[in-house]
């Protein structure tokens, strides 16, 4: 009996000790934290192409309100002419148009006679006037990359053969740039600059521009006030919040600058003004037409045309080009035809009368009008939290851009970084 209850005792021990062992091999270590790198601030330059600065209002902007709130905001003023790529250039050179060369999204240059620009041109003879904030980056030794920018394709300061295969000598363009394709979704463009972001510290931007168009096209087809164009602003924060929580999962800390190029103007068929009703067509040869237009006089009718066209005629304003009034600072530029007239908001200048109804969308009008006025909203920790700026123009952003990516201030631009110094920390 004794001799039974020891060997149980003894049994019952090693159990007890063959329990303690087996619970003390399940016992995982202490899971180890990964470190997370500290990485600098990248500056993101986000263009939302016709974004009017009032369509915060409707409602359907949850992200890019709560970004405006607890970052900077403001009714920004485009450059003149309120178009699509002298202000996509002048946000990022600092110059107005009339000294950026890229004037407007259709002109002709004296020294290539018979070429027309278009948005399509990517020669740098157009575009070498003024370099854009990341051709002085790169050069700098500050990586950049953008993801359809207007102009950002172009080997600014290059040459291009004339002949085929038109090869470009020389020029600088950012480190990773894409050429520009409609197809390519919000989504995927998003999804883009973020896998930048993700790449080892070498080789990742410190600079990025992101640029959507479907705000700006829904306008011109539908009107700024249809609910369609409404439901594009939506799509677009949806976007923009995409991109401020894909930052988040990445511990990648942003300098936000989010912008817009112009507002947009309902248009309609009914509110015209036919050049033909002033002048005869014959008499002159339009370059551009629409919120302005521009022209000049076929050869041997320059009398007629110049006693005809300068004034107001009805819904529009004609000027010679050196007389357009100095607040546009426009009309000194070779490139600008030799007679403009601009129309008042939601009117047309058109060659002739329309024979069929239209309605929807356009741009171009004076830069001071409401209509005109984009989006300016900024966030990150280089600003302070809840400022609301004055309007400004936007060739002062590119002076912004220089400060928050570590370059110098740029002389003899027409830009400045004064409006943003109460926004920044």
């Keep these: ?84 790529f002298p202000n996509h250039w002048a946000i990022v050179t600092g110059d107005y148009p009339d000294h950026s060369g890229i004037t407007a999204n259709k002109m002709e240059d004296p ?33 950049t990359a953008t993801m359809f920018w207007p102009g950002s394709n172009v080997a600014w300061g290059g040459t291009r053969d004339p002949e085929w295969p038109h090869d470009i000598t020389g020029g600088t363009r950012p480190e990773d740039w894409q050429q520009f394709n409609q197809a390519v979704t919000g989504e995927q463009r998003v999804n883009a600059v973020l ?33 369609r164009t409404t439901a594009a602003v939506a799509d677009i924060d949806s ?13 990648q800390p942003a300098n936000l600058v989010i912008v817009a190029d112009h507002g947009m103007a309902p248009i309609s068929s009914d509110r015209v003004v036919a050049l033909d009703s002033i002048v005869p067509a014959a008499d002159i040869r339009v370059v551009e037409s629409g919120p302005y237009a521009s022209f000049e006089a076929t050869p041997g009718h320059e009398a007629e045309v110049a006693k005809a066209i300068p004034g107001t005629h009805g819904h529009a304003t004609c000027w010679r080009k050196q007389d357009i009034p100095a607040r546009f600072h426009y009309g000194s530029n070779v490139r600008i035809p030799p007679y403009f007239c601009l129309a008042d908001i939601g009117w047309q200048v058109l060659p002739t009368r329309p024979d069929t109804a239209s309605s929807g969308g356009n741009h ?20 302070v939290a809840g400022t609301r700026l004055a309007p400004f123009v936007n060739v002062d952003v590119a002076s912004l851009l220089r400060d928050l990516i570590g370059l110098p201030p740029k002389r003899g631009t027409d830009g400045t970084d004064t409006p943003f110094k109460a926004a920044l920390k």
Excluded at 26 to 52: M, N, W
Excluded at 72 to 80: G, H, L, R, T
Excluded at 122 to 138: Q, R, T
Excluded at 198 to 221: Q, S
């Design 195 to 227: 896998d930048w972001l993700r790449r080892p510290a070498a080789i990742r931007p410190k600079f990025v521009t992101l640029y959507f168009d479907t705000v700006d096209t829904a306008g011109h087809e539908y009107g700024p006030d249809d609910a």
């Design 364 to 383: 171009g009008y004076d830069n001071q009008a409401p209509e005109m006025q984009a989006l300016f909203v900024a966030n990150g920790p280089a600003f």
């Design 239 to 251: 976007k923009i919040g995409m991109l401020v929580d894909g930052l988040k999962a990445l511990h």
């Design 111 to 143: 020294a290539r006679p018979g070429e027309t620009f278009t948005m399509a041109t990517d020669d740098p003879f157009w575009w070498n006037a003024a370099a854009p904030v990341w051709v002085d980056a790169e050069k700098a030794g500050i990586r």
């Design 1 to 84: 009996m004794t001799r039974f209850r020891s060997l149980a005792l003894a049994l019952g021990a090693g159990m007890a000790l063959a329990g303690c062992a087996v619970s003390t091999s399940a016992v995982a270590p202490p899971a180890r934290t990964a470190a997370v790198e500290q990485k600098p601030p990248v500056t993101i330059l986000v263009s939302i192409d016709g974004f009017r600065a009032d369509y915060l209002n409707r409602g359907v902007t949850p992200r890019l309100n709560a970004l405006a709130a607890s970052g900077v905001s403001a009714a920004m003023e485009p450059s003149f002419p309120s178009k699509t």
